[in-house]
């Protein structure tokens, strides 16, 4: 959290000459300490003065900046909100919030406040990044084109713009533009953002080893790069690598906690090694970062199945057929679940559907293949 | 019931360990390897899938093997199958016929295919081949799939065949039918032995799919084929086979079937079978003991991978890697898929290709024929797979074959490197079949290629470690006994696990002997078999290092 705000002059002034429980004092006391770094004391002291001041917005924001130094995010986002009650326009309050719900992986959450922010002040830059990213991690790679792309002819020499656009039109693949792109900031010599969009370009050509080579350099020029160890375990789950993998993810999570692919990635990793509880805690992040994205659902549901827990497994995947009738892997994981129940006939109704949709899905494979 | 020594002939042992490390002390035990000895033999076989540039769809599928010993001299016997003209689809000149070895005394071997009547100028394009001794009179019998009429050859027993197809009533099947691979076993455990046939699809030259890219040739995806059942003769006896296919179940559960391992999967005494269907849900047919299968893939967890998705399964075999006393299954994939390794739970299998490391070691691999093989005689059983990918498109096709090697029944290394230059050659290798040639007691290896001549891969048996090799003779039970389960004790303790199968891996058929590593250990407390009959029989206190034939005892 970056914002602590400047507490008026006037507020630290008035009542000085009070005793023990005059406000004011109390929230002198609370800056002080809040200034100083002891920010779990300066915490108790924002919340006495908010219950004799309970208006006073500023203070409550403080408290917010302070919960969450201290990782609580949950309890930051509720005081932001109180004080956006009461000072809906304040970008710094509504930023702060965007920012503690990305902390604790509500990207949907952190997009929603930063499109707000976005659309009262779109020449901020630091706004356009941070949403840019959540859509990103949401993979609404086309939002996030459209959000960047007169920008970045605007400021070509701006690398982070131009990151964040190659990578949204590399998913997207519209590789043209995004070698345009990407030239562009190779032309500003080896940089980590560089390495990482020919990285993340060959992975999607499916040279493994090759975006790997570019992956390293990535990291070993920027360890902290977001989504560099991502796409880099990603590259080497496809070469089999799978140790390589997991540390790659690892490393990820440990920068970036809510890091949807990774989360997913590593879990479905765990479930092959049965290691079913660290799976399901990942797949539960992910899902926060993503509410109800179907492939963090599917390995949830098959964690379940894995590890033999078949009633949820069940629930899980009659959720998700129900959503997305034509997802094959999901009825033909139902199926299983069901033949185990014992329901014979519910398993036998799963697999025929599977197998009907498969034949349909070649189908329509072919006939594209054809025109 | 007979115990006895298969005699080794003098002059074999001779040759081979002059030409093989000798056999080390089990303190020292060492990594062997194995060397190509087919250049010391005059062998004209080169598997021939006429490949001129066009490219047809069966064509990344020939060379099978088959490894018995026809004459009954002690010695195995080498049977290759190969391909025909396209499109015409006839073995138009030799270079097209199949190819009988006959393995000589000094471990050399002698093209006898005229001779034992096994050209096969009458037949088409073929591929799998199976052996069996269907009429139980003691001599292997082959049964080989192919693109148009698949072929039963009665072993006369006097070093001749004679194709009774059309007589035996097993040659029938709908038109078109691609037969890859097929395996002998009792599926009604009434001492007679039964095929199942894995069928691939539906595919004439007039109906190939061409497939290109940049004015490219390349191999079509399978899944522009139509699935087909595959299909299950029971023997009547005196010859005669019944299509029970539809009878039998096997009709409900078509697939793209490559591979076929039979195994008791839930140790009920009955034999099930497991087909690898390429780019189809794999087969798992269990037997209902009333004539009929359920097919429980799907249920049991091996019809897809771990994300519900079918791969390219090729080849398969089915043996306990771990020795808990369940039959675990292998099969392999194309490169950038997982090979997977089943593990048999008890109620289902569970993927075990990660914890084992086995999704990483064959991930650049496209594999075809396999097997679970003691090569080091360590008591855990290997994985080998012969490798080289479905088409000729990129620096990385042609690969070399792999050995993962059984660490203790949990986790694999690839010691692929360290088997010696024979073992590497880079290529299209797809065929393969198991057998201890020289009677060493080390497991050797026959290899074939793509339009390459065959190799015959002599392990060089320096692991110091001791075997047991049983040939079990039915008498009740059909007389290879394919199926019959055998639990091992040595003298310390350890209990190791097999069974007789014949049909390993891809189109190919391998030594019906019973192979045990034994690791350091000299002494066998009991051998327990469970044959396909019922028949309990029990063998206490045995010595190591020795060839054993055990008949069926009467109850």
Same mark, same amino acid.
């Given at each position: 959290m970056v914002h602590l705000y400047a507490v008026m002059a006037l507020m630290l002034f008035c009542g000085a000459a009070s005793g023990q429980e005059n406000p004011e004092r109390i929230l002198q006391g609370a800056i002080a300490l809040h200034q100083a770094g002891e920010v779990e004391r300066s915490i108790p002291q924002y919340r006495a003065y908010?219950?004799?001041?309970?208006?006073?917005?500023?203070?409550?924001?403080?408290?917010?900046?302070?919960?969450?130094?201290?990782?609580r995010y949950g309890e930051a986002i509720a005081e932001y909100r109180e004080a956006l009650k009461r000072r809906p326009q304040d970008p710094r309050i509504r930023l702060n919030l965007a920012l503690a719900h990305y902390k604790l992986g509500q990207i949907s959450d952190a997009a929603a406040e930063l499109s707000t922010l976005h659309s009262k002040q779109p020449a901020d830059r630091q706004v356009m990044l941070l949403l840019a990213d959540c859509w990103l991690r949401r993979g609404e790679d086309r939002k996030v084109i459209d959000l960047l792309a007169q920008v970045d002819k605007q400021n070509q020499s701006d690398l982070a713009i131009a990151y964040l656009l190659g990578t949204a039109l590399l998913r997207d693949k519209q590789i043209d533009r995004a070698q345009q792109v990407i030239d562009r900031i190779l032309r500003n010599g080896d940089s980590a953002e560089a390495r990482l969009l020919l990285g993340t370009a060959k992975l999607d050509a499916l040279d493994f080893e090759a975006a790997i080579a570019d992956l390293e350099k990535a990291a070993e020029l920027n360890p902290h790069l977001p989504d560099v160890h991502s796409y880099l375990g990603r590259a080497h789950i496809q070469t089999g690598d799978t140790a390589a993998a997991r540390l790659a993810f690892q490393k990820e999570l440990e920068l970036n906690p809510n890091d949807f692919e990774s989360n997913l990635q590593l879990a479905a990793l765990l479930k092959q090694d049965q290691d079913y509880d660290g799976a399901r805690k990942?797949?539960?992040?992910?899902?926060?970062?993503?509410?109800?994205?179907?492939?963090?659902?599917?390995?949830?549901?098959?964690v379940n199945l894995a590890a033999g827990k078949l009633d949820q497994a069940r629930a899980g995947l009659e959720a998700i057929v129900k959503r997305a009738p034509r997802f094959v892997e999901a009825h033909i994981s139902l199926a299983t679940v069901y033949y185990r129940l014992g329901r014979k006939a519910d398993g036998d109704r799963e697999k025929a559907l599977s197998e009907k949709l498969t034949m349909e899905q070649r189908a329509r494979q072919y006939q594209e293949k054809i025109q | 019931m007979k115990r006895a020594l298969v005699p080794l002939a003098a002059g074999t042992c001779a040759v081979w360990f002059l030409a093989l490390a000798p056999a080390r002390p089990a303190q020292s035990a060492?990594?062997?390897? /194995? #060397?190509?000895?087919?250049?010391?033999?005059?062998?004209?076989?080169?598997?021939?899938?006429? /490949? #001129?540039g066009r490219k047809f769809f069966p064509q990344p599928?020939?060379?099978?093997?088959?490894? /018995?010993d026809f004459d009954n001299d002690g010695r195995m016997d080498i049977f290759f199958t190969n391909g025909a003209k396209l499109p015409d689809l006839k073995k138009t000149d030799p270079s097209y016929f199949n190819c009988l070895l006959r393995q000589r005394s000094d471990g050399t071997f002698e093209d006898v295919t005229a001779r034992a009547g096994l050209t096969g100028d009458h037949l088409d394009f073929n591929f799998g081949v199976a052996v069996g001794d269907y009429d139980n009179d003691g001599y292997g019998d082959l049964f080989i799939c192919s693109i148009g009429k698949n072929a039963l050859y009665h072993n006369n027993g006097d070093g001749t065949f004679t194709d009774v197809t059309a007589a035996s009533g097993i040659g029938g099947k709908p038109a078109n039918t691609l037969s890859i691979a097929a395996a002998w076993f009792d599926f009604d455990n009434d001492g007679l032995l039964d095929l199942i046939v894995s069928n691939y699809t539906l595919w004439s030259p007039k109906t190939d799919a061409r497939c290109m890219m940049n004015d490219r040739d390349y191999y079509c995806n399978p899944q522009r084929y139509p699935s087909v059942p595959h299909r299950l003769y029971r023997n009547l006896g005196k010859g005669r086979f019944v299509d029970v296919t539809a009878k039998s179940g096997f009709a409900a559960a078509p697939g793209k079937g490559m591979g076929v391992s039979i195994a008791d999967f839930n140790d009920d005494g009955w034999m099930d079978v497991f087909i690898a269907n390429d780019t189809d849900p794999n087969s798992l047919f269990m037997n209902q003991k009333n004539g009929t299968f359920q097919e429980k893939g799907l249920e049991l967890g091996v019809a897809y991978n771990e994300n519900a998705q079918v791969g390219s399964s090729m080849g398969s075999d089915a043996k306990d890697f771990d020795n808990d006393g369940k039959v675990d299954i292998f099969y392999n994939n194309l490169m950038g898929q997982i090979w997977q390794l089943l593990r048999n739970r008890g109620d289902l299998f569970e993927f075990y290709s990660s914890l084992s490391r086995i999704q990483k070691l064959s991930m650049p691999y496209s594999g075809w024929s396999n097997g679970f093989i003691d090569y080091n005689n360590d008591g855990w059983k290997d994985i080998?797979?012969?490798?080289?990918?479905?088409?000729?498109?990129?620096?990385k096709s042609p690969q070399h074959d792999t050995m993962f090697?059984?660490?203790?029944?949990?986790s694999f290394v690839d010691v692929s490197e360290e088997m010696g230059k024979d073992f590497l050659p880079k290529g299209y290798q797809r065929g393969s079949a198991f057998c201890d040639l020289n009677n060493d007691g080390a497991l050797d290896i026959v290899v074939t290629s793509l339009n390459q001549p065959p190799r015959i891969l002599m392990n060089t048996a320096g692991s110091g470690n001791h075997w047991l090799m049983l040939s079990l003779v039915g008498h009740k039970s059909a007389r290879d006994a394919i199926g019959a389960k055998v639990r091992l004790t040595t003298a310390s303790g350890r209990v190791l696990y097999n069974h007789v199968a014949v049909s390993v891996g891809f189109m190919s058929s391998s030594d019906k002997r019973v192979h045990f590593g034994l690791g350091p250990e000299t002494r066998i407390n009991s051998l327990e078999i469970q044959w396909p009959s019922g028949i309990?029989?029990?063998?206490?206190?045995?010595?190591?290092?020795?060839?054993?034939?055990?008949?069926?005892?009467?109850k």
């Amino acid at each position: 959290m970056v914002h602590l705000y400047a507490v008026m002059a006037l507020m630290l002034f008035c009542g000085a000459a009070s005793g023990q429980e005059n406000p004011e004092r109390i929230l002198q006391g609370a800056i002080a300490l809040h200034q100083a770094g002891e920010v779990e004391r300066s915490i108790p002291q924002y919340r006495a003065y908010l219950k004799l001041r309970p208006d006073a917005v500023d203070a409550r924001s403080n408290l917010g900046v302070a919960l969450a130094r201290t990782g609580r995010y949950g309890e930051a986002i509720a005081e932001y909100r109180e004080a956006l009650k009461r000072r809906p326009q304040d970008p710094r309050i509504r930023l702060n919030l965007a920012l503690a719900h990305y902390k604790l992986g509500q990207i949907s959450d952190a997009a929603a406040e930063l499109s707000t922010l976005h659309s009262k002040q779109p020449a901020d830059r630091q706004v356009m990044l941070l949403l840019a990213d959540c859509w990103l991690r949401r993979g609404e790679d086309r939002k996030v084109i459209d959000l960047l792309a007169q920008v970045d002819k605007q400021n070509q020499s701006d690398l982070a713009i131009a990151y964040l656009l190659g990578t949204a039109l590399l998913r997207d693949k519209q590789i043209d533009r995004a070698q345009q792109v990407i030239d562009r900031i190779l032309r500003n010599g080896d940089s980590a953002e560089a390495r990482l969009l020919l990285g993340t370009a060959k992975l999607d050509a499916l040279d493994f080893e090759a975006a790997i080579a570019d992956l390293e350099k990535a990291a070993e020029l920027n360890p902290h790069l977001p989504d560099v160890h991502s796409y880099l375990g990603r590259a080497h789950i496809q070469t089999g690598d799978t140790a390589a993998a997991r540390l790659a993810f690892q490393k990820e999570l440990e920068l970036n906690p809510n890091d949807f692919e990774s989360n997913l990635q590593l879990a479905a990793l765990l479930k092959q090694d049965q290691d079913y509880d660290g799976a399901r805690k990942l797949l539960d992040r992910a899902l926060r970062v993503r509410p109800g994205e179907l492939r963090a659902e599917f390995q949830l549901a098959s964690v379940n199945l894995a590890a033999g827990k078949l009633d949820q497994a069940r629930a899980g995947l009659e959720a998700i057929v129900k959503r997305a009738p034509r997802f094959v892997e999901a009825h033909i994981s139902l199926a299983t679940v069901y033949y185990r129940l014992g329901r014979k006939a519910d398993g036998d109704r799963e697999k025929a559907l599977s197998e009907k949709l498969t034949m349909e899905q070649r189908a329509r494979q072919y006939q594209e293949k054809i025109q | 019931m007979k115990r006895a020594l298969v005699p080794l002939a003098a002059g074999t042992c001779a040759v081979w360990f002059l030409a093989l490390a000798p056999a080390r002390p089990a303190q020292s035990a060492r990594r062997p390897g /194995f #060397v190509d000895l087919a250049p010391r033999s005059k062998i004209s076989y080169t598997s021939n899938n006429s /490949f #001129v540039g066009r490219k047809f769809f069966p064509q990344p599928m020939c060379g099978g093997v088959a490894v /018995f010993d026809f004459d009954n001299d002690g010695r195995m016997d080498i049977f290759f199958t190969n391909g025909a003209k396209l499109p015409d689809l006839k073995k138009t000149d030799p270079s097209y016929f199949n190819c009988l070895l006959r393995q000589r005394s000094d471990g050399t071997f002698e093209d006898v295919t005229a001779r034992a009547g096994l050209t096969g100028d009458h037949l088409d394009f073929n591929f799998g081949v199976a052996v069996g001794d269907y009429d139980n009179d003691g001599y292997g019998d082959l049964f080989i799939c192919s693109i148009g009429k698949n072929a039963l050859y009665h072993n006369n027993g006097d070093g001749t065949f004679t194709d009774v197809t059309a007589a035996s009533g097993i040659g029938g099947k709908p038109a078109n039918t691609l037969s890859i691979a097929a395996a002998w076993f009792d599926f009604d455990n009434d001492g007679l032995l039964d095929l199942i046939v894995s069928n691939y699809t539906l595919w004439s030259p007039k109906t190939d799919a061409r497939c290109m890219m940049n004015d490219r040739d390349y191999y079509c995806n399978p899944q522009r084929y139509p699935s087909v059942p595959h299909r299950l003769y029971r023997n009547l006896g005196k010859g005669r086979f019944v299509d029970v296919t539809a009878k039998s179940g096997f009709a409900a559960a078509p697939g793209k079937g490559m591979g076929v391992s039979i195994a008791d999967f839930n140790d009920d005494g009955w034999m099930d079978v497991f087909i690898a269907n390429d780019t189809d849900p794999n087969s798992l047919f269990m037997n209902q003991k009333n004539g009929t299968f359920q097919e429980k893939g799907l249920e049991l967890g091996v019809a897809y991978n771990e994300n519900a998705q079918v791969g390219s399964s090729m080849g398969s075999d089915a043996k306990d890697f771990d020795n808990d006393g369940k039959v675990d299954i292998f099969y392999n994939n194309l490169m950038g898929q997982i090979w997977q390794l089943l593990r048999n739970r008890g109620d289902l299998f569970e993927f075990y290709s990660s914890l084992s490391r086995i999704q990483k070691l064959s991930m650049p691999y496209s594999g075809w024929s396999n097997g679970f093989i003691d090569y080091n005689n360590d008591g855990w059983k290997d994985i080998y797979s012969s490798n080289g990918d479905v088409d000729m498109m990129s620096a990385k096709s042609p690969q070399h074959d792999t050995m993962f090697e059984n660490v203790d029944g949990k986790s694999f290394v690839d010691v692929s490197e360290e088997m010696g230059k024979d073992f590497l050659p880079k290529g299209y290798q797809r065929g393969s079949a198991f057998c201890d040639l020289n009677n060493d007691g080390a497991l050797d290896i026959v290899v074939t290629s793509l339009n390459q001549p065959p190799r015959i891969l002599m392990n060089t048996a320096g692991s110091g470690n001791h075997w047991l090799m049983l040939s079990l003779v039915g008498h009740k039970s059909a007389r290879d006994a394919i199926g019959a389960k055998v639990r091992l004790t040595t003298a310390s303790g350890r209990v190791l696990y097999n069974h007789v199968a014949v049909s390993v891996g891809f189109m190919s058929s391998s030594d019906k002997r019973v192979h045990f590593g034994l690791g350091p250990e000299t002494r066998i407390n009991s051998l327990e078999i469970q044959w396909p009959s019922g028949i309990h029989q029990t063998l206490k206190s045995l010595a190591a290092d020795q060839f054993l034939t055990v008949d069926e005892a009467q109850k």
